[in-house]
């Protein structure tokens, strides 16, 4: 069964304040973890897939990560309008299912 | 515009009484899927489906009941609804390429109450 394990849970940032998300994930051959940002009240946007271990995808202040085991989400000089919940998810080869993760609820604070 | 169209967007409906919610896509995608998303459980999967006429359980299928009669048409049928199935719902699509779940996108959500 695969998982995906996120924290950490909320992270409260200074605007300009660099941090990273973690996603851990268990998987039975990795076909793709996939990154989501999430408003309050609305559906989940697409920001990154990675495929393989040391891939690297860059979006404006985001930066994503892949290793074997797990995936960072670093955010570089933060804006309150990166406040949002960030979702991790990965497909599996042989599912048809996304697992995703609970999420990271970030706050960056003026 | 590229979309996934929900509705309704909010529904306020009592134990036992039939809904559906609809979902719509023009994106021609192949794989249509629907969510819950619940307080501290995230976003678990109910439904999904590869194609016309194939879909298949999630891992919360129990109370619900989909169709796929037409490629960009997924509606969530709720026979007899619970108090337990309160919740935000999504549908979301994707082509499906590499043999399965692609890049997916989301509708705006159902919030469902069931009183």
């Known amino acids: 069964e695969d998982q995906v394990t996120q924290s950490p849970e909320a992270l409260r940032l200074q605007e300009g304040e660099s941090s990273s998300l973690n996603c851990s994930y268990t998987?039975?051959?990795?076909?793709?973890l996939f990154w989501y940002r999430q408003d309050p009240g609305k559906g989940p946007e697409f920001l990154f897939t990675?495929?393989?271990a040391g891939e690297e995808k860059e979006k404006e202040r985001l930066k994503a990560t892949l290793t074997k085991k797990e995936s960072f989400l670093h955010i570089t000089a933060p804006k309150p309008e990166d406040s949002a919940t960030y979702l991790c998810a990965v497909s599996g080869a042989g599912s048809y299912q996304l697992t995703f993760g609970k999420g990271t609820k970030l706050s960056v604070i003026p | 515009e590229a979309q996934v169209t929900q509705n309704p967007r909010y529904l306020i409906t009592v134990t036992g009484k039939k809904l559906t919610v609809t979902c719509s896509q023009n994106?021609?995608?192949?794989?249509m899927s629907w969510y819950r998303q619940d307080p501290g459980l995230g976003l678990r999967q109910i439904y999904y489906?590869?194609?016309?006429?194939?879909?298949d359980k999630g891992d919360v299928p129990e109370g619900y009941k989909v169709s796929r009669k037409e490629k960009r048409n997924f509606p969530l049928i709720l026979e007899s609804p619970s108090p337990n199935q309160t919740s935000l719902y999504f549908c979301?699509?994707?082509?499906?390429?590499?043999?399965?779940?692609?890049?997916?996108?989301f509708g705006a959500g159902s919030r469902l109450t069931v009183l």
């Open positions: 990675l495929y393989s």
């Open positions: 489906s590869m194609n016309v006429e194939v879909t």
């Open positions: 979301a699509s994707s082509f499906a390429g590499h043999g399965g779940a692609n890049v997916l996108t």
């Open positions: 994106m021609n995608h192949e794989y």
């Open positions: 998987v039975s051959g990795l076909r793709g």
